[in-house]
């Protein structure tokens, strides 16, 4: 019997179902991605964007005051007017026939200067609203550039580029349309509608009671309005970012998406997300043409109401005519601004929409936040450079396979150590936990005795330099691209770090040696000349600890023996992890560590694995006999170009 269940299992206490602050995870990501938000969702949201919003208006709190002000007194001045010609019509007009046009003069003074008034206040207004609009726009772009700069290299490897671009462009173009476009109107809008039902209630109550009763319906459509717009902006949203995502991968990937033909696949995926954010804004200008005919024919309406009534009583001799010409004149003015309420409901759905989108991207955590009280590392400390794994186990996500296992591994300062392994057996993630781009899931990274989550960024970012296979090459020259290690470092600097490494010869040989432009047309480098320049980068960069991952694998024989070399200058004084493939560079480590599924299996010198008959032995075994020559593992480099 389905009914019979006991109540308490289904009542769960609200604080379960309703955290107070969830943590953000893709989860939340989700939940928020979808168009319609359940209460608990939505309403923080909304909270979120509101406290944005306020955090962006602070600053400029004093210049909104005056703005408001001056949007005010424009108001009045306007709403004026119609009193002045309900007065020129009952008592001006009729005096003026009588000889006496005195009256008269002051109602049409008073309605120019009313006029002039309104239009200074309305300058003042549009002057003041324009530099907070953009100055709130500046802030909140640099905003997302910071936040999008500091998050960690995790954040990015789960939310696309494409996403935070969104942000950045099209996201805050939603801002920018409401703030630039109609704001004004909305504080207009709104002082009118308040103003005019506070005169229409003085002027004629009868009449104004018929006003009041038509608004029942307009609110109404407006609640309706809004609900549905939010809905499909939201939505809009979501597939601008989808979109431009699609966009930058096929555009970035350009020689993969032709090698494989998949131009029709890219071109069909890109043709569905674009017809995916057509019907969305198709929906919402939908539900705007609906808003605005309704708010329109209820206008309507009311109007010919009012004018049958009025026409009426002015016969009956209840209301003079005047009265009735400024609240017919009032009653216009009423029904427009709700017009235009109607379109910055749309401006402002689409905006909040975009808000809820920023506000979440603002709002999303550092996995690898900075310490609050960072531990120094004391800069003549004795053999710096100790890297100590304790107990580490790691998984990328939550529910994900772990990846590491109780990894213990203590690396004595100085030391370089080679890891092999197959693919997929978490070298790379080795180096990523000791760069700091992840914490282990439990356990700890330690530098010279203290936890990585201890030591503050900059202080890491000195001691510790990761080299990876994405040798990426920034806008501007060679030398600049080098310099980034060490900025302010000078061109001899630069230049002895090249002949170190070797790759002053092929710098120097290039139209404008260290002056070239690495990403100018006709001058990209090829994948190996781009190591040269990563590692000469590392090297004048000089950290305690080098990460090297796969950093020498795309150079060809001649140019690796060059880097073998310049290794041994590169690795001298400091603590080395080298993930590498090639015979030639495990030789020359003073420790191979074997990796298998995510934990250590062999670790020893390289000439005593050699011959131990363990796993690296036969790698070992195999490496030689595809190079067809006995290898002799004390000829360091004996090797070059196995693989
Ligand atoms: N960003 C990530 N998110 C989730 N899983 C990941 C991520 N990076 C790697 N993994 C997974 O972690 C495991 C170890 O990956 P890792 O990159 O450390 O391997 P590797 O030993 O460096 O392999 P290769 O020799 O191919 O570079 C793999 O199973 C991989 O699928
Ligand atoms: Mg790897």
């Given at each position: 019997?389905?009914?019979?269940e006991p109540?308490?299992?289904?009542l769960e206490?609200?604080?379960?179902?309703?955290?107070?602050a969830?943590a953000?995870?893709?989860?939340t990501?989700?939940?928020?991605?979808?168009?319609?938000?359940?209460?608990a969702?939505?309403?923080?949201?909304?909270?979120r964007?509101?406290?944005l919003l306020?955090?962006?208006?602070?600053?400029?709190?004093?210049q909104?005051?005056?703005?408001?002000a001056a949007?005010?007194?424009?108001?009045v001045?306007?709403?004026i007017?119609?009193?002045l010609?309900?007065?020129a019509?009952d008592?001006g007009?009729?005096?003026?026939?009588?000889?006496?046009s005195?009256?008269?003069?002051?109602?049409?003074?008073?309605?120019?200067?009313?006029g002039?008034?309104a239009?200074?206040a309305?300058?003042?207004?549009f002057?003041?609203?324009?530099?907070?609009?953009?100055s709130?726009?500046?802030?909140?772009?640099?905003?997302?550039f910071?936040?999008a700069?500091?998050?960690?290299?995790?954040f990015h490897?789960?939310?696309?580029?494409g996403?935070?671009?969104?942000?950045?462009?099209?996201?805050?173009?939603a801002?920018?349309?409401?703030?630039?476009?109609?704001?004004?109107?909305?504080?207009?809008s709104l002082?009118?509608?308040?103003?005019?039902t506070?005169l229409?209630l003085w002027l004629d109550?009868?009449?104004?009671?018929i006003?009041?009763?038509s608004i029942?319906p307009?609110?109404?459509?407006t609640?309706?309005?809004?609900?549905r717009?939010?809905?499909a902006?939201?939505r809009?949203?979501?597939?601008?970012?989808?979109i431009?995502?699609?966009f930058?991968?096929?555009?970035?990937?350009?020689r993969?998406?032709?090698?494989?033909?998949?131009e029709?696949?890219?071109h069909a995926?890109?043709?569905?997300?674009?017809?995916v954010?057509r019907?969305?804004?198709?929906?919402?200008?939908g539900?705007?043409?609906?808003?605005?005919?309704?708010?329109?024919?209820?206008g309507?309406?009311a109007?010919?109401?009012?004018?049958a009534?009025?026409?009426w009583?002015v016969n009956?001799?209840?209301?003079?005519l005047?009265?009735?010409?400024?609240f017919?004149?009032?009653l216009r003015?009423?029904?427009d601004?709700?017009?235009e309420?109607?379109?910055?409901?749309?401006?402002?759905?689409?905006?909040?929409?975009?808000l809820?989108k920023?506000?979440?991207?603002l709002?999303t955590p550092?996995?690898?936040?900075?310490p609050?009280?960072?531990k120094?590392?004391?800069?003549d400390?004795?053999?710096r450079?100790?890297?100590?794994?304790?107990?580490?186990?790691f998984?990328y996500a939550?529910?994900g396979p772990?990846?590491l296992?109780?990894?213990?591994l203590?690396?004595?300062?100085?030391?370089?150590v080679?890891v092999v392994g197959?693919?997929?057996?978490g070298?790379?993630?080795?180096?990523?936990?000791?760069?700091?781009?992840?914490d282990?899931?439990?356990?700890?990274?330690?530098l010279?005795?203290?936890?990585?989550?201890e030591?503050a960024?900059?202080d890491?970012?000195?001691?510790?330099t990761?080299?990876?296979?994405e040798?990426?090459?920034?806008t501007?020259?060679?030398?600049?691209?080098?310099?980034?290690?060490?900025?302010?470092?000078?061109?001899?600097?630069?230049?002895a770090?090249?002949?170190?490494?070797g790759?002053?010869?092929?710098?120097?040989?290039?139209?404008?040696g260290y002056?070239?432009e690495?990403?100018k047309?006709?001058?990209?480098l090829?994948?190996?000349?781009?190591?040269?320049?990563?590692?000469?980068?590392?090297f004048?960069?000089?950290p305690?600890?080098?990460?090297l991952?796969?950093?020498?694998?795309s150079?060809?024989i001649?140019?690796e023996?060059?880097?073998?070399?310049?290794?041994?200058a590169l690795?001298?004084?400091?603590?080395a992890?080298?993930?590498?493939?090639?015979?030639?560079t495990?030789?020359?480590?003073?420790?191979?560590?074997?990796?298998?599924?995510?934990r250590?299996?062999?670790?020893?010198s390289?000439r005593?694995?050699?011959?131990?008959?363990?796993p690296?032995g036969?790698?070992?075994?195999r490496?030689s006999?595809?190079?067809?020559e006995?290898?002799?593992?004390d000829?360091?480099?004996?090797a070059p170009?196995?693989?």
């Amino acid at each position: 019997m389905s009914g019979g269940e006991p109540a308490a299992e289904v009542l769960e206490p609200v604080s379960a179902a309703v955290p107070e602050a969830p943590a953000r995870t893709a989860d939340t990501e989700a939940v928020e991605d979808a168009a319609v938000l359940d209460r608990a969702t939505h309403r923080r949201v909304r909270r979120r964007s509101r406290a944005l919003l306020y955090s962006l208006l602070r600053p400029w709190r004093w210049q909104v005051v005056v703005a408001m002000a001056a949007l005010i007194l424009e108001n009045v001045a306007q709403l004026i007017g119609p009193l002045l010609i309900a007065q020129a019509i009952d008592h001006g007009i009729p005096r003026a026939v009588a000889g006496d046009s005195g009256r008269l003069m002051w109602c049409v003074a008073g309605f120019t200067g009313c006029g002039v008034l309104a239009a200074a206040a309305r300058f003042g207004f549009f002057r003041l609203s324009g530099a907070i609009g953009q100055s709130l726009l500046l802030d909140l772009r640099t905003r997302i550039f910071q936040h999008a700069r500091r998050l960690p290299v995790a954040f990015h490897e789960s939310y696309t580029s494409g996403k935070v671009i969104s942000r950045l462009t099209s996201d805050i173009d939603a801002v920018r349309d409401l703030v630039e476009g109609s704001l004004d109107g909305l504080l207009t809008s709104l002082l009118t509608v308040a103003g005019i039902t506070v005169l229409l209630l003085w002027l004629d109550l009868p009449l104004a009671l018929i006003v009041l009763v038509s608004i029942v319906p307009l609110v109404m459509m407006t609640r309706w309005f809004r609900e549905r717009s939010q809905r499909a902006y939201r939505r809009a949203r979501n597939t601008v970012a989808d979109i431009i995502t699609q966009f930058g991968e096929t555009m970035n990937a350009v020689r993969a998406v032709q090698a494989f033909r998949a131009e029709r696949r890219k071109h069909a995926a890109m043709n569905d997300l674009n017809e995916v954010f057509r019907d969305a804004h198709t929906e919402a200008l939908g539900v705007v043409a609906r808003y605005t005919a309704g708010v329109r024919l209820a206008g309507n309406i009311a109007l010919a109401l009012v004018l049958a009534l009025g026409c009426w009583r002015v016969n009956e001799g209840a209301l003079p005519l005047g009265v009735l010409t400024a609240f017919v004149l009032y009653l216009r003015r009423f029904y427009d601004p709700l017009d235009e309420l109607a379109t910055f409901t749309n401006l402002y759905a689409a905006a909040s929409a975009a808000l809820e989108k920023i506000s979440g991207f603002l709002a999303t955590p550092s996995s690898v936040p900075e310490p609050e009280a960072p531990k120094p590392l004391p800069a003549d400390r004795p053999g710096r450079g100790r890297l100590v794994f304790r107990a580490v186990d790691f998984r990328y996500a939550a529910d994900g396979p772990v990846v590491l296992h109780r990894l213990d591994l203590t690396i004595p300062a100085g030391q370089t150590v080679a890891v092999v392994g197959a693919t997929g057996a978490g070298k790379s993630t080795i180096g990523k936990l000791a760069a700091r781009f992840y914490d282990p899931s439990s356990g700890q990274v330690l530098l010279d005795g203290v936890d990585l989550r201890e030591i503050a960024d900059a202080d890491l970012r000195r001691e510790l330099t990761l080299v990876t296979q994405e040798n990426f090459l920034f806008t501007g020259t060679i030398a600049e691209n080098i310099a980034l290690a060490r900025p302010g470092a000078s061109r001899a600097e630069v230049r002895a770090a090249a002949e170190a490494i070797g790759a002053d010869a092929f710098i120097s040989g290039l139209p404008d040696g260290y002056d070239t432009e690495v990403r100018k047309r006709g001058n990209r480098l090829s994948a190996g000349q781009r190591q040269m320049v990563a590692l000469t980068r590392a090297f004048l960069a000089d950290p305690t600890v080098l990460l090297l991952d796969e950093a020498t694998s795309s150079l060809d024989i001649p140019t690796e023996l060059t880097v073998q070399r310049a290794l041994g200058a590169l690795l001298a004084d400091r603590t080395a992890v080298i993930i590498a493939h090639r015979l030639s560079t495990v030789l020359a480590a003073d420790r191979v560590l074997v990796l298998e599924h995510g934990r250590v299996v062999e670790d020893g010198s390289p000439r005593e694995l050699a011959v131990a008959g363990g796993p690296f032995g036969l790698l070992y075994a195999r490496w030689s006999a595809s190079l067809g020559e006995d290898a002799d593992p004390d000829r360091p480099g004996a090797a070059p170009g196995a693989r």
